[in-house]
């Protein structure tokens, strides 16, 4: 049976030491929990963009006092007498937040308070009907682990999961009616079969084979999203035109257009919840450096060192799969600066060289690793058939104080340091495809969720992954049809999360380098920009171009 829940940071409070014991907590992005002497006592429970200054807020003395020395009865939540231990986790985005406080939430209140408290509600699916024996096609919010193969989704609202229903029903013709079917002969029907959008299976106007058929190239369409019904009409529309057959083709081509029109209603995400799996990056909280300063009232308790630069360079890396999210592993965009700036400035050969800057096999603190461990580890990721123990682990970043043992809790969420360092190769594709792998062993490790979790799991990531694009921080990445990750967009990805967008182009003074006769290459891009000599243009004279002959006559 999984361990409990807890939270990375433990520390004892005292009213007399109040400043000294907050001076030890970060001023970062993170989630804490405050308890009480009692061990059945209810946490105080939040996450914050400032753990310190949020905590100075809830155990700062009282702003006023009474001639006696007791505090005066104020408006403003203050715990400094009731909370006896300071517990926390420092994450490095919101993404991270939200999940460590669901976790948290759930190990504290169980998981219906969870999702009160987080206001989390099950997102929309459809679901085919497979295994009755009249399918049908319906919007819904509830899901069973029986209908987890025949449910596709999650998508952002009822109205759009219905949109999308409706629009791909118009293109077959299965049955929309909701009640269980009584076949007779003399059976009425329904609109739907009169005017030829229904196989009428309730009168008996089909076989049961026919119907069955039908019912199987709509969750081939729901599977493909709608690749299987446009590779159909377009093959029906070459042999018409090869035919001569140019009205038939032209009706064939506006079929093809309204497929395409109900698949395009669908987001990316929408697929078999069952195999649903993405890859969310985002960006990674930098580990605090071991050694100390002398702490002020207001001031940081540590210091950046070169160690803890280089790991600021690391993007956070979760994974969706198997019903959970798993995470997080850091990666190291170490090697991809290059490609990123060679993007940005374009293909120009001037530009290639800085692809042919050294990259160390290992960075400080780090243990080398052999490039064909990395390497078959990713291989076995990639050809689906991962098998056997993680790599050992080894000592992560030293935490903000004495770290707590990070055990795979109830929910499946590990916290903590990442369970093994992807070793920094000279390939960085090795690395990605190692964390992949990574992320892969401890989702199939952990205990399979239950559909309520699924359902909390799947609201988490919905309520991120539909938010505006200028809105959701971080990105994420589905995988390739054939089931594999696409490496090289997952590195350029972690590059943009940790390096942020291109910077802009600084205006020229083009007039000032007319003067100089010299000229401007890639302007604005640091380490690419250069300043060259302007040539004259090249003008052929009208003499060289009279022929020699004509000359002489």
Not at 145 to 172: K, M
Not at 434 to 447: F, G, K, M, N, W
Not at 509 to 516: G, I, T, V
Request: aromatic share 6%; with cysteine; charged share 25%.
């Amino acid at each position: 049976m999984s361990s409990a829940f807890e939270f990375l940071n433990r520390l004892a409070f005292l009213s007399a030491t109040a400043d000294q014991i907050l001076r030890e907590i970060p001023s970062a992005p993170g989630v804490f929990a405050l308890r009480g002497e009692a061990a059945n006592s209810e946490p105080y429970l939040t996450r914050t963009a400032d753990l310190r200054r949020r905590l100075r807020r809830l155990l700062a003395p009282p702003e006023a006092l009474n001639e006696d020395g007791t505090p005066v009865l104020s408006r403003r939540l203050n715990l400094r007498e009731k909370v006896r231990f300071i517990e926390w986790t420092r994450t490095g985005s919101d993404f991270e937040s939200t999940l460590i406080l669901y976790c948290a939430t759930r190990d504290a209140f169980g998981p219906e308070q969870a999702r009160k408290r987080l206001r989390l509600h099950a997102p929309y699916f459809l679901r085919i009907t497979t295994q009755h024996e009249h399918p049908r096609v319906y919007s819904t919010n509830k899901l069973s682990l029986r209908s987890l193969p025949e449910t596709f989704g999650p998508f952002p609202s009822r109205a759009a999961a219905e949109r999308y229903c409706d629009a791909v029903l118009d293109l077959f013709k299965l049955r929309r009616c909701y009640e269980d079917l009584q076949v007779h002969p003399d059976h009425p029907g329904c609109a739907y079969g009169e005017m030829n959008k229904c196989l009428a299976p309730c009168k008996q106007a089909c076989t049961p084979a026919v119907y069955a058929t039908e019912a199987a190239r709509v969750h081939a369409f729901f599977t493909t999203r709608g690749e299987s019904l446009l590779l159909e009409v377009a093959q029906q529309r070459e042999a018409a035109s090869e035919a001569m057959d140019f009205e038939q083709a032209a009706a064939l081509h506006k079929q093809w257009e309204r497929v395409k029109a109900a698949a395009t209603l669908a987001d990316e995400l929408v697929r078999p919840v069952a195999s649903l799996r993405a890859v969310i990056l985002q960006e990674a909280s930098p580990p605090p450096s071991p050694d100390p300063i002398a702490p002020g009232p207001d001031s940081a308790t540590w210091v950046s060192s070169p160690a803890s630069h280089a790991n600021l360079e690391e993007a956070a890396v979760f994974l969706l799969a198997h019903g959970r999210i798993v995470g997080p592993e850091r990666l190291s965009t170490l090697g991809v600066r290059a490609v990123r700036e060679q993007t940005a400035v374009g293909s120009s050969l001037f530009a290639q060289p800085l692809m042919l800057a050294a990259v160390p096999l290992a960075e400080p603190g780090i243990p080398q690793s052999h490039p064909h461990e990395a390497s078959s580890l990713a291989q076995r990721e990639t050809d689906g058939n991962t098998a056997g123990n993680p790599p050992a682990s080894q000592p992560g970043p030293p935490g903000d104080s004495a770290p707590l043992s990070s055990p795979a809790n109830e929910t499946g969420f590990i916290l903590g340091p990442p369970s093994a360092v992807a070793p920094v190769t000279l390939n960085p594709e090795d690395r990605a495809r190692t964390v992949l792998a990574q992320l892969s062993i401890r989702a199939e490790a952990s205990a399979a969720p239950d559909i309520y979790e699924l359902c909390d799991y799947l609201a988490l990531f919905r309520r991120w992954y539909y938010r505006p694009e200028k809105q959701r921080a971080g990105e994420v990445f589905l995988p390739n049809p054939d089931g594999s990750w696409p490496v090289r967009r997952i590195l350029n990805g972690a590059a943009r999360v940790v390096l942020g967008p291109p910077p802009e182009v600084s205006p020229v003074d083009r007039e000032a380098a007319k003067a100089l006769k010299t000229k401007v290459i890639h302007p604005g891009r640091e380490g690419v920009e250069r300043v060259v000599p302007a040539l004259p243009k090249r003008t052929r004279s009208r003499k060289a171009m009279i022929p020699t002959d004509v000359m002489e006559n």
